[in-house]
């Protein structure tokens, strides 16, 4: 059996003999329970959870030839507290272990389970915005041109003001489409990026654009953070998507303005879409405002759902959008008073 293999695994996986004591831990494993691989080899399982019981005697059956898989649900010990996880316990045959056991925390497995849900559900959603985008694209066209042929043979300056208004509004949606059919046109440009060159850039532009409201844009960054590879102009935009968004809301409350921080760090041995990477950049986007509304929570990252009367309900999306193809996700989580977007991205090129 090639041990090598399960390092590349986001799962922890142990490897027990027939008293139960493990005789190997992979990375993920050594990441869980706190300690090497060295230090983990000899001790009992039972040891690991407060239900030592269940466990040995799950243990003794999958040894006995009894069962092929079970899943249990144990309390890991960890210090003085407890960690709940899953336990897959998976007997093994003609190897030198009997038995494999297969661990997760219930919140990692929610969170990967969540993240997969969110990258299927874009992927229907572009799928979607593709069809409509082409069906709304040529008709539209057909609309355009006949307000001008109509407006050529008008000669009432008050009736052209009518086929303006239909040229202008067919243009809006021209645009609204190209917006909507841009991510699955040009493929991603990757070069070695600093994270804190464009966050500047971004808060730059917004603080520019919301200068009359006297919007507070703060830093937070971890300046040991090196370079990592990425398109600049996509996640650009997607630094411009989000932080835009809560200066939008900011500025539209009563009384408008209010404080934004960019928070950056470096998280260890994370999951994304169903890979686990042993560095992952995390680009928070905090505000203080009135926070997503309850009711669009669930839905936020669909396209055209928003919670403003002038939002179009594209910037999440794309900036979902984008950040997947990077093979990383935005996440969030929000009630009144903090708002908090997490854009996170590997630093390793997918």
């Known amino acids: 059996m090639n041990l090598d293999a399960f390092d590349l695994l986001a799962t922890s996986i142990l490897l027990v003999d027939a008293q139960g004591d493990i005789q190997y831990a992979n990375g993920a494993a050594e990441n869980l329970l706190g300690r090497s691989r060295k230090v983990l080899q000899g001790v009992s399982c039972t040891s690991l959870v407060t239900e030592s019981a269940d466990l040995d005697a799950s243990l003794k059956e999958a040894c006995a030839g009894q069962f092929i898989d079970r899943r249990q649900l144990f309390n890991l010990r960890k210090g003085h507290e407890t960690t709940p996880v899953f336990a897959s316990i998976v007997a093994l045959y003609e190897q030198p272990w009997p038995v494999m056991l297969e661990l997760r925390e219930i919140e990692q497995q929610l969170l990967a389970e969540r993240n997969q849900q969110m990258y299927e559900q874009a992927g229907s959603n572009r799928e979607l915005l593709r069809n409509l985008a082409h069906e709304v694209k040529n008709p539209l066209g057909g609309v355009r041109g006949a307000a001008q042929l109509l407006e050529a043979e008008l000669d009432d300056r008050q009736l052209k003001e009518y086929t303006q208004v239909i040229i202008s509004e067919a ?4 645009s609204l489409v190209d917006r909507l059919l841009a991510p699955q046109r040009a493929p991603l ?64 409350q009563e009384p408008p303005g209010g404080l934004i921080t960019l928070r950056t760090r470096v998280a260890r041995q994370q999951v994304l879409m169903d890979r686990r990477h042993r560095l992952v950049l995390v680009v928070s986007v905090i505000d203080n405002g009135p926070g997503v509304p309850p009711e669009i929570q669930e839905r936020v990252f669909h396209p055209l759902v928003t919670g403003r009367a002038s939002g179009t309900g594209l910037g999440l999306n794309l900036a979902q959008d984008f950040v997947q193809q990077h093979g990383g996700v935005v996440e969030f989580e929000s009630e009144p008073g903090h708002t908090e977007f997490r854009i996170l991205l590997p630093m390793e090129r997918p």
């Open 171 to 174: 243009d809006r949606l021209q």
């Open 189 to 252: 440009h990757f070069a070695m990026l600093n994270i804190h060159e464009l966050c500047e850039k971004a808060a730059m532009l917004v603080r520019a654009e919301f200068s009359q409201y006297g919007l507070d844009i703060r830093r937070d960054y971890d300046a040991s953070i090196p370079d990592f590879p990425g398109d600049g102009a996509r996640l650009m935009q997607v630094l411009l998507n989000v932080i835009r968004n809560a200066a939008q809301v900011l500025c539209e």
